[in-house]
């Protein structure tokens, strides 16, 4: 941070250097150029006797292994934590909600289907914080527009059995013309199963009878996103 250790947990942050400070070195930057402690930080606004706001968010991360397991996180983990009382969580999914609306907002919009980060970003939020594996579909319009996103089937730590029939009829229902499917792997990374590109394949079949393009599958791991269309992937190479 510019400084040495010492030196910056004596000092408040409001004294650092300007660019060491999180909100002026976002304002001057860019966010692309904050770490994730960084964002963390500028949130819980301030730290506790022993630390400043960055090394709290810098613990915190460390601690539950990632800012993406730390916002999944249940809420009593998280308040039983050192320096977070019940206005720094609240502050804390104050600032995954408005993520959470935001990208909502695009999607309904049209706008941001064909940015696949958007899209992931999204189903991330969605369904990051899953314990058990479940099986969501975004039914779209021709505009690509959302007009639904639901989680339709849930399972185990592992798998979740998915009745294509019943991906179908939830689409006609909403008048989709075009889907994106996505689940989650809440264990593991993103890496897609034989089972996983099965029914990728049944579905994309059992959608093209009836006229209902399926866009993409989108797999949600415990640190990572990915994107069948994105990757070239059976049956969207």
Same mark, same amino acid.
């Given at each position: 941070?510019?400084?040495?250790?010492?030196?910056?947990?004596?000092?408040?942050?409001?004294?650092?250097?300007?660019? +060491?400070?999180?909100?002026?070195?976002?304002?001057?930057? =860019?966010? #692309?150029?904050? !770490? +994730? *402690?960084?964002?963390?930080?500028?949130?819980?606004?301030?730290?506790?006797?022993?630390? !400043?706001?960055?090394?709290?968010?810098?613990?915190?991360? $460390?601690?539950? =292994?990632?800012?993406?397991?730390?916002?999944?996180?249940?809420?009593?983990?998280?308040?039983?934590?050192? =320096?977070?009382?019940?206005?720094? &969580?609240?502050?804390?999914l104050a600032s995954l909600e408005m993520g959470t609306r935001y990208l909502d907002s695009q999607l309904k919009t049209g706008h941001a289907?064909?940015?696949?980060?958007?899209?992931?970003? &999204?189903?991330?939020?969605?369904?990051? =914080?899953?314990?058990?594996?479940?099986?969501?579909? %975004? @039914?779209? +319009?021709?505009?690509?527009? %959302?007009?639904?996103? $639901?989680?339709?089937?849930?399972?185990?730590?592992?798998? @979740?059995?998915?009745?294509?029939?019943?991906?179908?009829?939830? #689409?006609?229902?909403? *008048? #989709?013309?075009? %889907?994106?499917?996505?689940?989650?792997?809440?264990?593991? +990374?993103?890496?897609?199963?034989? *089972?996983?590109?099965?029914?990728?394949?049944?579905?994309?079949?059992?959608?093209?009878?009836?006229?209902?393009?399926l866009v993409d599958h989108i797999i949600v791991g415990r640190n990572d996103t990915?994107? &069948?269309?994105?990757?070239?992937?059976?049956?969207?190479?």
């Amino acid at each position: 941070m510019g400084m040495d250790n010492l030196n910056g947990a004596l000092m408040a942050i409001k004294d650092w250097h300007e660019d +060491d400070r999180p909100r002026e070195k976002l304002l001057k930057f =860019g966010a #692309a150029q904050l !770490s +994730d *402690a960084e964002i963390l930080a500028i949130f819980l606004r301030t730290g506790t006797q022993s630390q !400043s706001a960055i090394e709290l968010a810098r613990h915190l991360i $460390e601690q539950f =292994g990632s800012l993406a397991e730390l916002l999944a996180a249940p809420k009593a983990t998280v308040l039983a934590c050192h =320096g977070i009382g019940p206005a720094k &969580y609240a502050q804390i999914l104050a600032s995954l909600e408005m993520g959470t609306r935001y990208l909502d907002s695009q999607l309904k919009t049209g706008h941001a289907l064909g940015r696949s980060q958007i899209v992931k970003d &999204y189903i991330s939020t969605q369904l990051r =914080g899953e314990s058990r594996e479940v099986f969501a579909v %975004l @039914c779209l +319009d021709n505009a690509l527009s %959302l007009i639904n996103f $639901e989680i339709l089937f849930t399972g185990g730590i592992s798998s @979740c059995s998915v009745c294509i029939k019943h991906v179908l009829r939830h #689409a006609i229902s909403h *008048a #989709a013309s075009q %889907l994106i499917i996505a689940h989650n792997h809440p264990h593991t +990374d993103a890496q897609p199963s034989n *089972a996983d590109n099965i029914l990728t394949y049944e579905l994309k079949k059992a959608c093209d009878l009836i006229d209902l393009a399926l866009v993409d599958h989108i797999i949600v791991g415990r640190n990572d996103t990915l994107s &069948y269309a994105e990757n070239g992937l059976t049956p969207f190479s």
